[in-house]
């Protein structure tokens, strides 16, 4: 397993543990980040970014979640599935440092090891068809941009170079 892997599952853990408890505060979490991943400074920072984006981006990631989910309300997922594609979803979006594939890889595995034999599957589902409409979503914003053309300064005045 590596690092980030393990941290990936350690921030699963809190957002599980979160929802179910809503009362977990910030040092709760920093004391139980820290006591699972051994005190290691890096991969800690590392688990408490991922909480810590995908708490601010909750509503627009469960909104994503819920337009791709055909036939699913977020409340009726299962926890645990609900708070994997959660992270998945976080890094596909927010994390462009990290690659696609593996976003989605480390969220299969991590449904594998945590939910039912089906989970996978859905998992795998619910990612590629966000992954999908947020391909077309910037294929539109491109293509917008073009047909607005270029913007007048001032009318007569040629669009600068």
Do not use: H
């Amino acid at each position: 397993m590596t690092r980030r892997t393990r941290g990936r599952e350690i921030a699963l853990q809190v957002l599980y543990q979160a929802e179910l408890n809503s009362g977990l505060g910030e040092e709760e979490i920093r004391r139980f980040v820290e006591r699972r991943l051994l005190g290691d400074k890096k991969l800690s920072e590392f688990t408490r970014g991922l909480i810590a984006g995908i708490r601010e981006n909750q509503a627009r990631i469960d909104g994503l979640i819920s337009e791709v989910a055909e036939n699913w309300r977020i409340d009726r997922m299962a926890a645990i599935d609900r708070n994997i594609l959660r992270l998945g979803a976080y890094e596909i979006l927010y994390c462009p440092e990290v690659p696609t594939k593996v976003a989605i890889n480390e969220s299969l595995e991590l449904a594998k090891r945590y939910s039912t034999a089906q989970s996978s599957r859905f998992v795998n589902g619910i990612l590629d068809r966000l992954l999908a409409a947020e391909a077309a979503n910037k294929n539109k914003d491109k293509e917008e941009g073009k047909a607005a053309g270029p913007e007048l300064e001032d009318e007569g005045t040629p669009p600068s170079p």
